[in-house]
């Protein structure tokens, strides 16, 4: 685990990719437990309006439907499992670093932790572009592209089907 852990923190850093994740079915569910884990408390925490299951649900779904879509047409399916550790995992790591400094900012945070926070939020579009571009054989710029749709529209759906988060 402390191996998974620290590689997932590397890509997390963007010096190793999904590539470098052990494959297999069993590094992809521990990664998707560790995401559904610090999303089901950061849910929690926040105390959302909406369906907080279906939100994870619809959290959940997207990665899954896009990567195998997206690696079919790119004729990579073997990479399915790694990029999908990687995207949950690395996923749940920032989730896990930005909670406690969610939780400490409180409803009206400081300058210095909603710059944190901030900074958290565009890096893990860094850390997906750079997994996309990794999985895909892609530019940087198409995968940070891909990153940004693929962010908006899980965040239309989770708004519309699950309510305001």
Not at 160 to 165: I, M, Q, R, S, V
């Amino acid at each position: 685990m402390l191996n998974l852990l620290t590689r997932l923190g590397a890509i997390v850093m963007l010096r190793l990719g999904p590539q470098d994740l052990p494959p297999g079915r069993s590094t992809l569910l521990i990664c998707i437990a560790l995401y559904v884990m610090v999303t089901a408390i950061s849910l929690a925490v926040r105390e959302i309006e909406g369906n907080p299951i279906l939100a994870l649900l619809i959290a959940i779904a997207i990665p899954l439907i896009a990567a195998r879509a997206l690696l079919a047409w790119r004729k990579r399916p073997e990479r399915y499992p790694q990029t999908l550790s990687a995207l949950f995992g690395t996923s749940a790591l920032l989730s896990g670093i930005s909670l406690p400094l969610s939780q400490a900012a409180g409803n009206e945070p400081s300058m210095v932790l909603a710059l944190m926070l901030l900074l958290i939020f565009f890096w893990s579009f860094s850390v997906d572009a750079h997994i996309w571009r990794n999985a895909l054989d892609i530019a940087f710029s198409s995968a940070l592209a891909l990153t940004v749709i693929l962010f908006a529209l899980a965040l239309f759906l989770i708004t519309t089907l699950a309510g305001p988060l």
